[in-house]
Each structure stands twice: as C-alpha cells, then as structure tokens.
C-alpha cells in the first residue's frame, strides 16, 4: 500500500509503503503446509508403486528410473497393473500412455499463467493431476505459478523416493494391495479441486465428472476414469462457453 502524508515537523509529504508482513508470511507458511501434505500423500502412493513394480520382477533401478522419468501416479501404476495381468511390455506401456493424454488437458490449463520460453519444457515434465489442480486453485497468476513449481519440485523428490522405499517393502510384504495406499492419491486430488470450484456451473461440472468417473471405474482399467471424467468437463465448458 502507498501513502503520501505529511509528518514530522515539516509540511512535506513524504511517501512511504506498507507492506503487510504477516499476511506475506502466513501465505507462504499455508503453501509449505499445502505441499508438504501432497507430497507426503504422493510418496505414500509411490510406496505402493514400488513395491508393485517389486513384485512384478522389476530391478530397483529401472523403477526409480521410471518414478523419476515420468511423475504420473496413473500411468505407471496402469503399467505395473497391465504386466501383473500378464499383458506385453509394450502394450501395457501403450496403455499407460493413453492414460496419460489427460495431461495435454493439463497442459493446456498451465499455460495460462506459466511464462514462455525455455522453461516450458521442464514445465512440461511437472504437468499432472496434483500440480496443476493445486495451482488452479490458486487466486492469481503470480500465485499459480509458485504453487506450480514449487509442488513439482516437491513431488520429483517424493515420488521416486516413495518408489525407492516401496522396492524395499515388496520384498518383505507378500500382498501390497491390502495395504490400500493407493486410495490416498484420490482423496488427496478432490480436496484440491473442491479448493478450485468458485462458481455454481464449475461445481455442477465437478460433480458430473465424479459421477462419471465412479460410474466407469469398475468396467475400465485402472487410470481410464479421469479421462471419462474429463468429457464432462469438455462439455460443461463449451455450454458455458455459449452461453457467454
């Protein structure tokens, strides 16, 4: 805030600016908690990760190599859970792909408030769920930004060291799944779009989505329903789009 107000014991207006500290610090002490707490979740998914990708028959190295190469919790999961059902190499990394086209939506999203040039492409490595949900619901662009880059920094640690625990796990535990780690990713990524959801049409929009991903979930393999959820979204946006 700017102010030009005379003091002392002169007539001269002098002008000064107040920053508000407090609110400054108390923004960056919720964004540390925000990501701290989605990171956390992200490594516990990782965990399940890993000692899936153990149990398939997967070398330590080539997992963390994975975690580390593509950060989409879907995708690899799809992977590891297409080999477990004895589909090919290739086509279960077909599979995974197709899960992941879903970031292209993302991706577009986040070049709305990231900046151009160069690093766009590391950018591109930190587009998924986690990270651009919790940027959107971010109030401003300079703000998205932060919440972007500092999250996806925080998730390519968390990630392949939840991976790297989990491989240690899957050697001693003999059913991974009972565990139920995989259920924190979810729980996790509807808190954030419910922070996102401002308007009536987006929470009309965000809930057809939910239904219909849940409705296909039990017909689709593993990581298909985000991309049944995104048709609603699709939709909702062009009626909104018309009626603007």
Same mark, same amino acid.
């Given at each position: 805030?700017?102010?030009?107000?005379?003091?002392?014991?002169?007539?001269?207006?002098?002008?000064?600016?107040?920053?508000?500290?407090?609110?400054?610090?108390?923004?960056?002490?919720?964004?540390?908690?925000?990501?701290?707490?989605?990171?956390?979740?992200?490594?516990?998914?990782?965990?399940?990760?890993?000692?899936?990708?153990?149990?398939?028959?997967?070398?330590?190295?080539?997992?963390?190599?994975?975690?580390?190469?593509?950060?989409?919790?879907?995708?690899?999961?799809?992977?590891?859970?297409?080999?477990?059902?004895?589909?090919?190499?290739?086509?279960?990394?077909?599979?995974?792909?197709?899960?992941?086209?879903?970031?292209?939506?993302?991706?577009?999203?986040?070049?709305?408030?990231?900046?151009?040039?160069?690093?766009?492409?590391?950018?591109?490595?930190?587009?998924?769920?986690?990270?651009?949900?919790?940027?959107?619901?971010?109030?401003?662009?300079?703000?998205?930004?932060?919440?972007?880059? &500092? +999250? #996806?920094?925080?998730?390519?640690?968390?990630?392949?060291?939840?991976? !790297?625990? =989990? $491989? *240690? /796990?899957?050697? @001693?535990?003999?059913?991974?799944?009972?565990?139920?780690?995989?259920?924190?990713?979810?729980?996790?990524?509807?808190?954030? &779009? +419910? #922070?996102?959801?401002?308007?009536?049409?987006?929470?009309?929009?965000? !809930?057809? =989505? $939910? *239904? /219909?991903?849940? @409705?296909?979930?039990?017909?689709?393999?593993?990581?298909?329903?985000?991309?049944?959820?995104?048709?609603?979204?699709?939709?909702?946006?062009?009626?909104?789009?018309?009626?603007?």
């Amino acid at each position: 805030m700017i102010a030009n107000e005379p003091y002392g014991l002169t007539n001269r207006g002098e002008s000064f600016m107040i920053i508000d500290v407090s609110s400054s610090e108390w923004s960056v002490r919720r964004m540390v908690g925000d990501v701290g707490s989605i990171a956390s979740a992200v490594l516990v998914v990782g965990v399940s990760f890993g000692a899936l990708a153990s149990e398939v028959g997967l070398p330590a190295w080539l997992v963390i190599a994975l975690a580390v190469a593509v950060l989409a919790a879907s995708a690899e999961l799809m992977f590891i859970a297409s080999i477990l059902a004895g589909a090919a190499p290739l086509a279960a990394a077909a599979g995974a792909l197709l899960v992941n086209l879903r970031n292209g939506v993302y991706g577009i999203a986040a070049s709305r408030f990231l900046h151009r040039g160069w690093t766009r492409l590391l950018a591109a490595h930190f587009v998924n769920d986690e990270t651009v949900a919790y940027a959107s619901a971010q109030h401003d662009s300079p703000r998205r930004r932060r919440a972007f880059w &500092v +999250l #996806g920094w925080a998730i390519l640690l968390s990630w392949p060291a939840g991976a !790297a625990i =989990g $491989v *240690l /796990l899957g050697r @001693a535990l003999t059913d991974v799944s009972a565990l139920g780690l995989d259920a924190v990713f979810p729980a996790i990524l509807f808190a954030m &779009v +419910l #922070g996102a959801v401002r308007s009536k049409h987006a929470a009309i929009i965000v !809930a057809c =989505g $939910v *239904l /219909l991903a849940v @409705a296909v979930t039990p017909f689709v393999p593993p990581g298909v329903a985000p991309l049944a959820a995104l048709v609603s979204l699709g939709l909702g946006w062009k009626r909104g789009s018309q009626r603007d």
